[in-house]
């Protein structure tokens, strides 16, 4: 320690810095329990007090690097956002379910995974995961409504929510590719940067490489791009036409060019992984590629595209893609010795050669890679997408493995996006109704007597058993009727569930979720 004083002060001293005598804490990172100090510490002849902990950049360090203090304070935060968040609904009005999950996730949630890629080992802690759920459980039942008594496990898989412990490693995934797409990840015998070979091992894929790169500046451009349509379909004598395409299918990804005065007709296949952005753009680059070969020199060449998104990226004055670049310097070695201008066309509009180049495209996605894979660096897009698979699986299996929400279960055995999403389309009184039906927490006798509400469980209806959902929605001989007429004659509840029109309509009709 009093080897890193001196460097210190000798680092002061260098760039003409003085100490604050009112600021004399410092803190000193050890596992020991005691720290035995026979004097404190100097600096400039100043007595230095040791800090239990300190804040650097919105991140609070402990003496121990435990990060339980961080995660308290971000806990305290994120439900100071969130409880801002849950004064604008109730119950049954307010912010629509859909709107309220939006804002969790992209505000709430957001403010307490950041930083995630240097504290993420706490969440390895089950106290950890309690104290975060306990937090994610608030969000949960101001989206859904419900009863205060549904179980938090059972909310995350029909909003669709994973827990926040998975959440937070795939933030840290994430943040630790993106440094290393920059160049400036270091593996090190720490735990923190652990995550992302652990991930690795999981999904090799995540270490191919990333078309990302560092920003860079294209001021000058020898080309001219217009994505507008265009309005003159005769072209001059002197103009060469040549067209563009890129698709991807369930077999794979191409990218198709075509230009009849050149007798140009090109398939270019590339991987599974690579986006149709990214064929479009090397559709673009083979064009130019095959033209100077063909040493095309004084002509006016038009290159037609379908994709703007292709084109207002070739047009902006900086870029992260490698692609871009690449394409750029491509477009600048034809332009040298040709009028070279990048035009949109619409697709599938009746343009022989845009549907030309779309054939190409699309006969190009059948044929193999030559050589490995990936041919062409992939998207950042595709590593979050990758993350997101892993945290869904784990997800999954976490609640295949859980032991309760046996009524959750029945309706919802597997995480379903779908029908997450139609559920989230209902209205907030719609919404709270199904979501008790589902989990059984309900105003249906059951609930209501093992809760202490009422002194019977019995169904209300026919009097023989436990008044549950799935009694009344699949057996209960005292409303038959009624649910013949709304539901048919369903064998599980996840199938009854799948008529929410009829489902909510049955309920309606009984009116004891009222």
Not at 288 to 301: E, G, L, P, S
Not at 329 to 341: F, P, R, V, W, Y
């Amino acid at each position: 320690m009093q080897r890193a004083l001196r460097l210190i002060e000798r680092w002061c001293n260098e760039n003409e810095l003085t100490v604050n005598p009112k600021k004399t804490e410092m803190i000193l990172f050890t596992n020991k329990r005691k720290i035995e100090l026979t004097k404190p510490p100097t600096l400039f002849n100043t007595s230095l007090e040791l800090s239990a902990e300190v804040k650097y950049l919105g991140v609070t360090l402990d003496s121990k690097l435990s990060w339980k203090r961080h995660t308290e304070d971000k806990t305290k935060k994120s439900l100071a956002i969130l409880n801002q968040c849950k004064r604008m609904l109730g119950k049954k009005w307010g912010l629509k379910p859909k709107i309220m999950k939006w804002l969790y996730l992209s505000v709430v949630r957001c403010s307490l995974t950041y930083a995630a890629l240097v504290w993420w080992p706490r969440t390895l802690l089950t106290t950890a995961q309690q104290e975060l759920q306990k937090f994610q459980r608030q969000a949960c039942l101001a989206i859904t409504g419900c009863m205060s008594t549904t179980p938090t496990a059972a909310l995350e898989v029909i909003l669709g929510i994973p827990p926040l412990h998975i959440h937070i490693k795939e933030e840290a995934t994430l943040a630790a590719l993106r440094l290393k797409t920059s160049g400036h990840w270091k593996e090190q015998n720490t735990m923190h940067t652990k995550i992302l070979g652990q991930n690795i091992n999981k999904e090799p894929r995540l270490q191919w490489k990333c078309d990302r790169t560092e920003k860079q500046h294209i001021l000058d451009k020898n080309y001219k791009i217009n994505s507008e349509k265009n309005l003159d379909p005769k072209p001059a004598q002197d103009t060469i036409e040549v067209y563009t395409d890129g698709s991807k299918t369930k077999t794979g990804t191409g990218a198709g060019a075509y230009c009849q005065e050149l007798n140009m007709r090109i398939s270019h296949a590339l991987g599974k992984d690579n986006s149709v952005f990214q064929a479009e753009c090397v559709g673009i680059m083979t064009a130019a590629i095959a033209v100077a070969n063909r040493q095309v020199t004084n002509f006016k060449i038009n290159i037609n595209s379908d994709s703007q998104a292709a084109l207002k990226a070739l047009a902006r004055f900086s870029t992260t893609s490698q692609l871009i670049q690449d394409c750029h310097k491509t477009l600048e070695t034809l332009a040298m010795s040709n009028d070279i201008t990048l035009r949109w066309v619409k697709g599938h509009d009746g343009d022989q050669g845009n549907e030309a180049a779309d054939a190409l495209a699309r006969k190009a996605t059948t044929l193999k890679v030559i050589g490995p894979e990936p041919i062409v660096p992939i998207p950042f897009s595709e590593y979050k997408t990758w993350l997101h698979e892993l945290t869904l699986k784990e997800h999954s299996q976490l609640w295949a493995n859980t032991t309760d929400c046996r009524q959750a279960k029945e309706a919802f055995p597997n995480i379903d996006k779908r029908q997450t999403n139609k559920l989230l389309r209902l209205d907030r009184g719609k919404l709270r109704k199904v979501v008790g039906l589902i989990t059984g927490h309900s105003p249906l006798n059951k609930h209501l007597f093992v809760i202490g509400v009422t002194d019977s469980p019995l169904c209300r209806a026919c009097m023989e058993v436990d008044e549950t959902p799935t009694h009344v929605v699949l057996e209960c001989t005292g409303v038959a009727e009624q649910r013949e007429r709304h539901l048919g004659s369903p064998t599980s509840f996840h199938e009854a569930l799948g008529n929410l029109g009829g489902l909510l309509g049955f309920w309606s009709e009984l009116g004891w979720l009222e």
